[in-house]
């Protein structure tokens, strides 16, 4: 059945049956034929891993490069807030984080549980599972606990950078269940499996929304046993930006950086492979779960959605982490398999603060809150693509922190326009809309009389979206 319809066939027979008494009293119900959906969403993945020649990812990759494999890649893909709990509850309730109340890494508490994708699809009718990362510090200081709006709850609990892969304790429908450090334990194979069971044990005729969400690649970058070492021979790129030279036009954050010594370029690069190489894993993930649904039979009614929570810089402008307004730290890698759209690639600008009304309208209900983004359909149908008006501009934002200081930003086609709580201000001509493009955010064009016009049109609509 085709995604997003949602059949009535109840209301309708009853209304028949009192026109027609031949008609059965209590007519057997029909199955439920909305689509599955799966969202799977790795943790501090590069924008360069996906796509990457030699391939990093060569399952996914080779999959959105088949025709007949119906993936739509948005190549123009942002995170409304490059950092991993922002993030994801932006990608739970479709609001930007200043609207979730969940700002930074220790704010998981401030989300609204009560509703969320979860929530509304569980009440509709879907069986729903979370499998693998939550919220950053969950459950929060308080006992494993199942939010609200979950069937199956497999999730990590909070634990240090050591328990990343390995000696974590997952919360297992509310009950704590520690693992150890054997090969068998590496923590994106156990959540690969637990979702292929979720896929498995899920009857045919409930849809089902299943979260699926490892720590590969997050720091410490440790790769399953058996892709220790795969890309240690791997030539990586350093673009221009790579340990910047010239920070003078930058703000005073990024002038505080030092340049990186021979020795701190080469370990970056190292981190960079490692990273690669635990993204592997991942990619053994789409695998199995794409592998599951065609087993069960049930690729051919299930959405796949593919990204990351939150960019990294691994170098670049001489940062080392996320929260930056830069490219590397605020893009995303970007997949959609729907099997009722031939294979693409998409350019409009699109936000991860859109994932939850596109959910929503896949299964057919209504978001239980207001929401900042908007549904992707009309992106994957090619019947509305050029006709529905779209977005020419991504709202951006990072409440600061002890580095970085706070800033919003937006990102059109052409430029990046970022406005910092210190009253810096950044501008990149990325496309060279009026002079040489810049696609590595090398000059700082805000204060170059050449650029006013713009930089005004700019500020005057990153007033509109902050304020929204």
């Given at each position: ?77 942002f995170l409304s807030t490059p950092l991993c ?22 704010d998981g508490a401030n989300l609204d549980e ?203 402008h001489r940062w080392v982490g996320k929260t ?145």
């Open positions: 059945m085709r995604r997003g319809v949602v059949l009535r066939a109840g209301a309708t027979l009853a209304v028949l049956a009192a026109l027609t008494p031949a008609l059965p009293r209590n007519p057997a119900p029909q199955p439920d034929q909305r689509p599955n959906i799966v969202l799977i969403l790795s943790d501090d993945q590069t924008l360069d891993s996906f796509p990457h020649d030699p391939p990093v990812m060569p399952y996914l990759q080779g999959a959105v490069q088949n025709p007949s494999e119906h993936w739509t890649t948005f190549t123009n893909a709990c922002p993030s994801r509850a932006t990608i739970l309730t479709g609001e930007y984080s200043h609207h979730t109340g969940v700002r930074t890494n220790y009560s509703s969320t994708i979860a929530t509304w699809l569980h009440d509709s009718g879907y069986r729903t599972g979370l499998i693998g990362k939550y919220l950053n510090g969950y459950p929060f200081g308080h006992s494993p606990y199942v939010p609200v709006g979950w069937d199956r709850w497999l999730a990590k609990v909070q634990g240090n950078q050591g328990s990343i892969y390995y000696d974590y304790v997952f919360s297992d429908q509310g009950f704590a269940v520690p693992h150890g450090d054997a090969p068998q334990d590496y923590s994106t194979g156990v959540e690969t499996a637990a979702a292929v069971d979720f896929i498995r044990t899920t009857s045919a005729d409930q849809p089902f929304f299943l979260e699926l969400t490892p720590s590969a690649p997050h720091r410490p970058w440790t790769p399953a046993p058996q892709d220790v070492g795969a890309y240690a021979q791997m030539p990586i790129f350093e673009p221009p930006s790579f340990g910047e030279a010239d920070v003078s036009d930058k703000p005073a954050w990024v002038r505080e950086l030092p340049p990186y010594t021979t020795e701190q370029r080469l370990a970056l690069l190292g981190i960079r492979r490692r990273s690669f190489e635990s993204v592997r894993g991942v990619d053994r993930m789409v695998s199995g779960v794409i592998q599951a649904l065609r087993d069960k039979g049930a690729l051919g009614n299930t959405v796949v959605f593919f990204l990351t929570d939150n960019g990294l810089s691994l170098g670049e930056c307004p830069y490219e590397e730290c605020i893009r995303t890698p970007f997949a959609v398999r729907d099997p009722w759209v031939p294979a693409r690639t998409e350019t409009s600008l699109v936000s991860n603060v859109d994932l939850a009304p596109t959910i929503a309208a896949l299964a057919g209900v209504q978001p239980g809150n207001p929401v900042d983004g908007v549904s992707l359909l009309p992106l994957l149908d090619r019947t509305t693509q050029g006709v529905t008006p779209w977005r020419t501009g991504v709202f951006l934002e990072y409440v600061g922190d002890a580095h970085i200081p706070g800033w919003t930003a937006i990102r059109t086609a052409d430029f990046l326009y970022v406005e910092y709580a210190t009253g810096e201000r950044e501008l990149y001509d990325l496309t060279g809309r009026i002079g040489p493009a810049d696609p590595y955010e090398l000059t700082n064009q805000a204060a170059n009389p050449d650029y006013a016009q713009i930089a005004k049109k700019l500020a005057s609509r990153l007033a509109l979206l902050r304020a929204g």
